[in-house]
């Protein structure tokens, strides 16, 4: 669905993006993520047609972004950070008025605001004010607005932005379900929605693809393999604890997450991913500790992230 081959942006001699490639296939949700600056923003916008390239190839739904631009963009839905909406207009003539923009044509318009209504669920607010509208309101008719000429792709940049936990919630559920039917690039700052919603994740740091792969298969970058720490919660002193475990030659680093009432919790970490429950229960068998915990700390996607943008 997406074809990235070596793609540059500069403006005014800063390179903002430098050279990267990638590919997104049909029917996946991918998660664009980066720091502020990364060139994630400007990469979406070169996707929808909204800023020409300084040097590469894109190709949407096999059509090259420039070379045949309308073409390529019928097949796009997009949805900016900033959703520009006309306030002085209700939904329905807001969406009647932007699918005629984008070639829907006769009836077929308003069989495509009802159903994208339905979808979003504007039902309740369709021939309401868009200026009356919460920011939540106003996001699905972003997103309605986004997929009014049914795209088969559909790129989102920070879809939640200024929404309520329950607002962001409903609109994860609503991409969720989009993704049975399009093809999703995301991108967000929240990235426990990003984990609860893609199957994959793209990180750009400084204008560069730095990972492309599941969070799961990333997460054997970070916290020993991927297999994560070992938590373990013993009733010992943490010091007399921390002596212990080191003393096993597979352990990396002991640390002591807290110690009360006479029991200690320990992150354990291995050299090379070596799964170390076995010799840790030992040592607890050994010393004749009392054990209440012990389980397997995974590698979130905000430690990969951070683990392969920071400085």
């Not at 799961?216 to 970058?221: G, M, Q, S, T």
């Not at 212990?244 to 992150?267: D, K, P």
């Not at 291995?270 to 054990?291: A, C, H, T």
Request: glycine share 10%; net charge neutral; charged share 30%.
């Amino acid at each position: 669905m997406i074809s990235v081959e070596n793609l540059t942006k500069e403006y005014a001699g800063f390179r903002a993006v430098q050279g990267i490639s990638f590919a997104v296939q049909q029917g996946e949700i991918v998660g664009f993520l980066g720091p502020n600056g990364a060139g994630k923003t400007t990469t979406m916008r070169i996707l929808a047609g909204y800023l020409p390239p300084t040097g590469g190839t894109v190709a949407v739904a096999g059509h090259d972004i420039v070379a045949e631009s309308l073409e390529a963009r019928r097949h796009v839905g997009y949805m900016p950070e900033n959703v520009p909406l006309y306030t002085d207009l209700r939904v329905n003539e807001y969406l009647a008025y932007r699918a005629r923009l984008k070639g829907v044509k006769g009836k077929k318009v308003g069989e495509r605001v009802e159903a994208v209504n339905r979808l979003c669920h504007l039902e309740d607010v369709k021939n309401k004010i868009i200026g009356n509208l919460s920011k939540g309101y106003r996001q699905r008719v972003g997103l309605a607005d986004a997929l009014v000429h049914e795209p088969d792709l559909l790129i989102l940049d920070e879809p939640t932005i200024g929404l309520d936990p329950h607002q962001i919630r409903a609109v994860r559920d609503l991409i969720r379900s989009l993704g049975e039917r399009h093809t999703i690039l995301l991108s967000s700052h929240i990235l426990s929605e990003v984990e609860a919603v893609c199957t994959r994740v793209l990180i750009l740091h400084r204008g560069r693809i730095e990972a492309s792969d599941t969070a799961e298969n990333l997460a054997r970058l970070v916290r020993g393999g991927g297999l994560g720490a070992i938590r373990v919660e013993v009733s010992c002193p943490s010091e007399e604890a921390r002596r212990e475990f080191s003393r096993l030659a597979e352990v990396e680093t002991v640390h002591c997450r807290e110690e009360r009432e006479g029991w200690s919790i320990l992150e354990i970490a291995s050299k090379g991913g070596k799964d170390l429950r076995d010799e840790i229960f030992s040592v607890v068998q050994r010393q004749n500790w009392r054990l209440r915990e012990m389980s397997r700390v995974r590698a979130s996607l905000e430690d990969i992230f951070v683990e392969l943008t920071q400085d």
